[in-house]
């Protein structure tokens, strides 16, 4: 199975900051690696798929970069909606894996 | 509008059993494959099963392998997940998730229904 590994597991900002979160795969997965935001009690929600594809609707402060092994989410701009966890996910092959999380918090 | 709603979810003690159902609407069904994926309380998501189009594709966590099926009624729009032998540790709320369907997204779920809580305990 490949292990995603997310870090940091949480980081405090403060809105306008620049947030940068990493996600490294246990074995090269090209550009299958996806991003998503969840609120409390709400679903995820897809923000990035293809390791830096948008997806419709997400706001253009967020971008994803990498392939291989080491891939980057970053919101270049964080508003007060931001506040949330982020998961990657590589979509590589099965079993489907997560990383363990970014929690964004307030400073 | 895309729609998925799971339904099903309760409390049931262990060695029990539980079936979880999730009702599409607003695509063709039958055109994407579909995954769970469970959230146990205040932990990360983990991805449990996932099938494909017609079926004939199936994929399970080893968590679950054994205890889990997943099937799908595409002539109902319907996604199902039988749950078998639960653990304390299946507790979770569990999501249905549709994948992107497009090739170069790989295995991305684009949509998510709102959850059903299943609860395994004494």
């Known amino acids: 199975d490949i292990q995603m590994t997310q870090s940091p597991s949480s980081v405090s900002a403060s809105v306008g900051d620049r947030v940068t979160i990493t996600c490294r795969a246990s074995?090269?997965?090209?550009?299958?690696l996806a991003w998503y935001q969840q609120k409390p009690g709400k679903a995820p929600r897809l923000l990035i798929y293809?390791?830096?594809s948008l997806q419709s609707g997400v706001p253009s402060r967020f971008s994803g970069s990498g392939s291989g092994t080491d891939f980057t989410l970053t919101i270049s701009s964080l508003q007060p909606e931001d506040f949330a966890t982020y998961y990657c996910q590589q979509g590589e092959s099965f079993p489907l894996t997560f990383g363990g999380g970014t929690k964004v918090e307030i400073k | 509008e895309v729609q998925l709603v799971e339904s099903g979810g309760g409390l049931v003690k262990p060695g029990g059993s539980l079936r979880l159902s999730c009702a599409a609407s607003g695509f063709s069904f039958s055109s994407y494959s579909i995954n769970w994926v469970r959230q146990a309380p205040g932990k990360g998501l983990e991805w449990v099963s996932s099938?494909?189009?017609?079926?004939?594709?199936?994929y399970y966590a080893d968590s679950v392998k054994g205890r889990f099926t997943i099937s799908r009624d595409n002539a109902k729009n319907s996604l199902y997940l039988q749950m078998n032998s639960l653990r304390p540790e299946d507790t979770a709320v569990y999501y249905c998730a549709r994948e992107k369907g497009i090739p170069v997204a790989g295995a991305v779920l684009v949509y998510w229904g709102q959850g059903a809580l299943v609860t395994v305990s004494s």
């Open positions: 293809a390791a830096s």
């Open positions: 074995q090269g997965i090209s550009s299958w």
């Open positions: 099938i494909s189009r017609s079926s004939t594709y199936i």
